[in-house]
């Protein structure tokens, strides 16, 4: 007990000693300033603080949302502005001449249950009405099954495919185009997010002109639910899609172009999108780019069934299928080349002896 008093003394002295030094510091401050300024500016310098700590609690109720928000990261505060910006903008849908239907194409593959459910809600949250989901659940669990039941029940837009466990992804995304009625076809990964305004930046692009395939910006999402790392993209460019498979997300195609050229090739799965857009690259050239972010790439991956590759082997196979792909498009075009791995991208090396090119390259597990 007695212990216990000789500390409380020992703190209770030192907290008046500290005090009475800021005592003596404010002191000398204000005899300094009488003697440079005179006991004006003196007696107002008293008064400013006195009026500053009696209404100092107001001040900072009014300053801290300030001052989080020159904390924050700059990409953060321009997501919020674009909310404002984008949610007034999507009034007058209805005013739009072409509206056609949207059919979006999700295949499911043992899912991480929470992260399939942010997926299709961030469907069902869109904008633009005129669209449908269509789902194949590939190798298919009691758990996404019972899931996905619950939203077609909600959603009449939501159609499911016949439950198969037997098909490669090609042909089980090709069993997913029988459920598709409209006019356009977009591509969603599984756990991976849609904008709510989405669509309807797809709709306000082809009010402009006749396009076949749309592609947009696009942003990683991470477990917390927080964007970042942003791929602001360039325009069309066929040489910078031979090096990198830029235009994947979001990519939406004309139903009409996928019926000429099969659909999907039975290629690996991780690779499946970029074949799908080099083909359809060498039927047209109606190629458009919306610059927007668009679509959320799920930063963190789950390990699927009884696959436990680490993120460098992943990569490594990936890369391996993307360029597999590339030589075969290349190989289809007439085109006598060989393509190699540059500094920072997988870059088109001519037997011609033609410089190569290379560009910024951004791999994904999922294409």
């Given at each position: ?38 006991w004006r500016p003196s007696a107002y310098y ?70 399939l459910a942010a997926s299709l809600s961030s ?245």
């Amino acid at each position: 007990m007695q212990d216990h008093e000789q500390d409380h003394e020992q703190d209770r002295e030192e907290y008046t000693t500290q005090h009475r030094a800021r005592v003596l510091q404010r002191e000398n401050f204000r005899h300094r300033l009488e003697e440079t300024l005179g006991w004006r500016p003196s007696a107002y310098y008293q008064r400013v603080r006195v009026y500053y700590r009696r209404w100092r609690h107001i001040f900072v109720d009014l300053c801290e949302p300030l001052m989080k928000r020159l904390g924050r990261d700059p990409y953060t505060v321009w997501v919020d502005e674009e909310k404002q910006l984008m949610g007034a903008e999507t009034e007058g849908l209805a005013a739009l001449l072409t509206q056609p239907t949207v059919s979006i194409v999700l295949l499911i593959q043992d899912p991480h249950l929470p992260w399939l459910a942010a997926s299709l809600s961030s469907v069902m949250a869109q904008s633009y009405p005129k669209w449908e989901l269509c789902l194949c659940d590939f190798k298919p669990s009691p758990s996404s099954h019972s899931v996905l039941e619950e939203y077609t029940r909600h959603d009449k837009r939501i159609k499911i495919g016949t439950y198969v466990d037997s098909l490669e992804a090609a042909e089980a995304f090709t069993h997913a185009l029988g459920l598709v009625s409209g006019e356009y076809l977009a591509l969603l990964e599984q756990h991976d997010m849609l904008s709510p305004w989405s669509l309807a930046e797809v709709i306000r692009y082809l009010q402009k002109s006749p396009v076949d395939i749309l592609y947009s910006d696009e942003d990683v999402i991470d477990t917390q639910e927080t964007r970042g790392a942003p791929f602001f993209k360039p325009n069309w460019s066929p040489d910078l899609c031979l090096s990198s498979p830029y235009a994947c997300h979001l990519s939406v195609y004309k139903r009409s172009l996928l019926e000429t050229i099969g659909a999907f090739r039975a290629v690996d799965s991780a690779s499946l999108s970029y074949d799908l857009l080099l083909r359809c690259t060498e039927k047209t050239a109606r190629i458009c780019h919306i610059p927007r972010v668009l679509y959320h790439k799920r930063q963190a991956s789950v390990p699927q069934g009884n696959t436990s590759l680490s993120a460098a082997a992943t990569d490594t196979v990936v890369h391996a299928q993307t360029r597999r792909v590339l030589t075969q498009a290349l190989e289809r075009r007439g085109v006598a080349s060989v393509v190699e791995d540059g500094p920072c991208s997988v870059y088109l090396q001519s037997s011609a002896d033609t410089p190569g090119f290379t560009s910024d390259q951004h791999y994904y597990s999922n294409p």
